[in-house]
């Protein structure tokens, strides 16, 4: 398994096609809001073997804050701490970037994951446009 920060193309789309399989096939949310502007700015990260990509997460900068998001792991990778991993390795760049906090949005039934690798929930619960409730997280890095 290797994880690495998508700078390629390619690697870019490897991620898409994560986030497609993951976000849009799976949890039905609507095109229009899985793609956003800041694709193109932010840092994306791959994970992937030999069998081809199965996860991602994207990293966008806001001031000290790293902002991390479309966190997804494809269905057959999941359950072996794949998701742990990612998580480990985008927070591990960002601490190196520089940033002093991570934030994230969290559907609400991952809150868990999240609170495990030492996120905190904060405010009210919300849609975020996509019809699945969310929490704001955050954590020191």
Not at 20 to 25: E, L, Q, T, Y
Not at 65 to 86: E, F, H, P
Not at 113 to 135: K, M, N, Q, T, W
């Amino acid at each position: 398994m290797r994880i690495t920060e998508a700078r390629t193309k390619a690697a870019r789309a490897a991620c898409f096609a994560v986030r497609r399989a993951v976000f849009i096939a799976e949890q039905n949310i609507p095109e229009v809001e899985e793609w956003d502007a800041l694709d193109e700015s932010c840092t994306h990260f791959l994970a992937e073997d030999d069998s081809g990509p199965l996860g991602c997460a994207r990293l966008i900068a806001m001031g000290n804050t790293a902002k991390i998001g479309r966190v997804a792991v494809m269905a057959q990778a999941r359950g072996a701490g794949l998701g742990r991993a990612i998580m480990l390795h985008v927070m591990a760049a960002a601490r190196a970037a520089g940033f002093a906090q991570a934030m994230l949005e969290a559907q609400l039934y991952v809150i868990p994951f999240y609170e495990a690798l030492g996120f905190v929930a904060e405010g009210p619960e919300y849609d975020d446009g996509s019809g699945i409730l969310h929490r704001v997280m955050r954590r020191a890095l």
